[in-house]
């Protein structure tokens, strides 16, 4: 929608936002009015739209299990501006190696369980792969886990 007063114009989008488009171009066209005022068109207005930013950060319960008992990994995402479905996948890595896979739909807390067989340290991850470039993918620090024998 389109509002026009003496001294601009206010554009609004159907749902309130643009898509995560890198170039939006812009422009306004004026049909005149006959025999008071030209028509005309603006000149071309770029805008710039980025994808938001998601985080990850990782918990474990228990933070030091014995071998064999299970553990379980929680990854909350968020993002940083805007607003949509933040939706995708996420993919839980010990020492670079996936161990689960999660779908994400909406920001929150997500959980894979673990059993460690044994003794080592574990550098636990997760990974975001967005299903819409209207987010960025992203990778949570290493989480270190020592199992005890």
């Given at each position: 929608m389109l509002s026009l007063?003496?001294?601009?114009?206010?554009l609004s989008l159907p749902g309130g936002s643009?898509?995560?488009?890198p170039y939006i171009s812009i422009?306004?066209?004026?049909?005149?009015?006959?025999?008071?005022?030209?028509?005309?068109?603006?000149?071309?207005?770029?805008?710039?739209v980025l994808p938001a930013t998601?985080?990850?950060?990782?918990?474990?319960?228990?933070s030091?299990?014995?071998?064999?008992?299970?553990?379980?990994?929680?990854?909350?995402?968020?993002?940083?501006?805007g607003s949509g479905a933040l939706m995708g996948n996420l993919v839980f890595s010990n020492n670079g190696s996936p161990f689960n896979s999660v779908v994400v739909n909406g920001v929150?807390?997500?959980?894979?369980?673990?059993?460690?067989?044994?003794?080592?340290?574990n550098m636990i991850t997760a990974s975001f792969f967005p299903a819409s470039t209207n987010f960025?993918?992203?990778?949570s620090p290493a989480l270190n886990i020592r199992v005890q024998g």
């Amino acid at each position: 929608m389109l509002s026009l007063t003496e001294t601009g114009a206010t554009l609004s989008l159907p749902g309130g936002s643009l898509p995560a488009n890198p170039y939006i171009s812009i422009t306004a066209e004026y049909q005149g009015r006959p025999g008071h005022y030209l028509a005309g068109t603006s000149t071309e207005y770029i805008q710039v739209v980025l994808p938001a930013t998601t985080t990850l950060t990782l918990t474990a319960t228990p933070s030091n299990p014995k071998i064999g008992a299970p553990l379980t990994i929680n990854a909350a995402i968020a993002f940083s501006q805007g607003s949509g479905a933040l939706m995708g996948n996420l993919v839980f890595s010990n020492n670079g190696s996936p161990f689960n896979s999660v779908v994400v739909n909406g920001v929150g807390s997500y959980k894979a369980t673990i059993p460690f067989v044994m003794i080592r340290e574990n550098m636990i991850t997760a990974s975001f792969f967005p299903a819409s470039t209207n987010f960025t993918s992203s990778v949570s620090p290493a989480l270190n886990i020592r199992v005890q024998g």
